[in-house]
């Protein structure tokens, strides 16, 4: 390929992070993306294998694309003339090195940041499904049922109950110290079936108020 193609990939990665610049080769839909990602990881491996390097310190320090060899060949045209075709070449280059003392506390620093979110909501949705099972099973006592209802402007009215919608298990109730939290799907069903019973048209603004919070006896 020509080295005018595999610079635009290369500028990509430059300076980039060794895992960030593997995820963003992979990602790229370029036909060079294929040949630097080889590139790079060659160079990441000679770097943990012979110099000890650990990858997670390693970045992309320089990157470039030399022109190499072009291989001309003819294309015969009409009238007996021919057009001349140039397949172009390229060397790339890719050099990773450690990161800076600052650089690489940082970036640390994130990826211990994004760990612990990761496995915080890990351990919510893990608790939320137990909970969910164990309602289903009849192992724990069932959270109070809510009722939808709508508030409509005009009038002078502050709003007016219309057609109420029983929400039967709209709040599942956590574990330990958790608040009670929502069940989406239910509430999401409810204020379906309410919308529809109303269609009123664009202009009108519909509120749904699901009642009986046991959480914190706030309306949601």
């Keep these: 390929m020509s080295a005018f193609k595999a610079r635009q990939v290369l500028d990509l990665i430059r300076g980039q992070d060794a895992d960030r610049a593997l995820d963003i080769l992979r990602e790229c839909d370029r036909a060079a993306a294929r040949v630097v990602y080889k ?3 060659s160079a990441l491996a000679n770097a943990e294998n012979n110099d000890g390097r650990a990858r997670d310190d390693l970045y992309v ?3 470039y694309a030399d022109e190499a060899a ?3 060949r003819w294309r015969p045209r009409a009238r007996g003339r021919a057009t001349r075709i140039r397949k172009r070449s390229c060397h790339i280059t890719v050099v ?3 990161m800076p003392d600052e650089r690489l506390r940082r ?3 994130v990826k211990a940041e994004r760990a612990s979110t990761h496995r915080s909501r890990r351990v919510a949705g893990a608790r939320r499904a137990a909970a969910m099972a164990a309602t289903a099973a009849g192992l724990a006592p069932e959270a109070s049922t809510g009722v939808a209802k709508i508030a409509e402007p005009g009038d002078g009215q502050s709003g007016r109950d219309h057609d109420a919608v029983e929400a039967p298990e709209n709040v599942v109730a956590g574990d330990g110290d958790d608040e009670a939290l929502p069940d989406e799907d239910v509430v999401e069903d409810v204020v379906e079936d309410v919308v529809e019973d109303v269609q009123d048209g664009d202009e009108e603004r519909v509120e749904v108020q699901v009642k009986d919070n ?3 006896g706030k309306d949601l």
């Design 39 to 41: 590139v790079l990881a």
């Design 61 to 63: 320090a320089a990157c």
């Design 70 to 72: 072009t291989l001309k």
């Design 96 to 98: 990773v090195a450690r």
């Design 107 to 109: 970036s640390r620093a």
């Design 214 to 216: 046991p959480s914190d």
